[in-house]
């Protein structure tokens, strides 16, 4: 199952609302509502007749659909509706929508609690679930958000890269409509999903075309500079920031320094070797 369809289970009260909105809409697409909502009643023909078993494979069909919808932590509530899906839903129905003053609040709640925070997720999942909240509170309390709490959790919800937008729609002298301010969100995001995924191109393209080891310019990496291809005779800063490299690289200076220093020696006792035999000889 793919990252999409496992957003899509049904995990608890927080996502039940949208999640019953998506499984409704794929319902009526596979002719399956009316049996949801238990209208697809069974037929008084024989369990041979082939009425009676286009009934069974609807049934069949629904509670398919259902089951495969729910979260590992939900299917505890199929059981004894595993062949009665009219009845799975009516039940998720009453242990996920609530009842009376605690369920009113917590609808309120969830409707606050809606935000946008990762770009690989559409902005039309959050301006959908504020509406699908503002529907539920609607339907099942009678409580109705008025269009400008509407509008307002909509962009209250969105990150600060939104601000312009924002400032821009806080200051528009026209009316706003819910359906407005919904399309300048979704067209303000594709454009900043455009412009990042641009700038995420640039940076990987930059990094396989400067020599290895150099930092592309505007990249992200703060402190460090972008180099060119090394010139003969240039001076670099070779300050090291990672502590396990600075402990390589302080080895490896003293590992010169005790090479140079043995060297030397072994050249000076050469030279004093040579010395004195070339005295001997002359003596």
């Not at 312009?164 to 919904?182: H, M, Q, R, Y």
């Not at 703060?222 to 390589?248: H, V």
Request: charge should be positive.
């Amino acid at each position: 199952m793919g990252n999409d369809n496992k957003k899509n289970l049904l995990k608890g009260k927080s996502n039940y609302q949208s999640w019953k909105i998506r499984t409704q809409a794929t319902a009526c697409s596979q002719n399956f509502l009316d049996t949801l909502n238990g209208v697809d009643t069974q037929l008084l023909t024989g369990v041979n007749s082939k009425g009676y078993k286009a009934w069974r494979d609807r049934q069949n069909a629904a509670s398919k659909l259902l089951i495969k919808r729910m979260n590992d932590n939900q299917l505890h509530h199929t059981m004894s509706y595993e062949m009665d899906p009219a009845g799975l839903w009516h039940h998720l129905s009453a242990v996920h929508e609530g009842s009376g003053l605690g369920g009113l609040m917590e609808a309120w709640q969830n409707f606050h609690n809606v935000c946008y925070t990762d770009w690989n997720d559409n902005v039309s999942d959050t301006t959908g679930e504020i509406r699908s909240l503002a529907n539920h509170l609607t339907t099942n309390y009678q409580d109705k958000p008025s269009p400008n709490q509407i509008i307002s959790w909509m962009m209250f919800a969105l990150p600060t890269k939104f601000n312009s937008l924002i400032t821009i729609l806080d200051n528009s002298t026209t009316t706003l409509t819910v359906d407005v301010v919904e399309q300048q969100i979704i067209s303000a995001w594709k454009d900043l999903k455009t412009k990042k995924d641009e700038e995420r191109r640039g940076v990987i393209s930059a990094m396989y075309a400067s020599p290895p080891g150099a930092i592309p310019l505007n990249s992200d990496y703060p402190g460090l500079s972008a180099t060119g291809p090394p010139k003969l005779g240039a001076s670099y800063d070779t300050t090291c920031t990672n502590p396990k490299e600075e402990g390589r690289k302080a080895s490896s200076q003293t590992a010169g320094r005790q090479r140079n220093v043995y060297f030397s020696f072994a050249f000076r006792v050469v030279i004093a070797k040579s010395s004195g035999e070339t005295e001997a000889a002359s003596r």
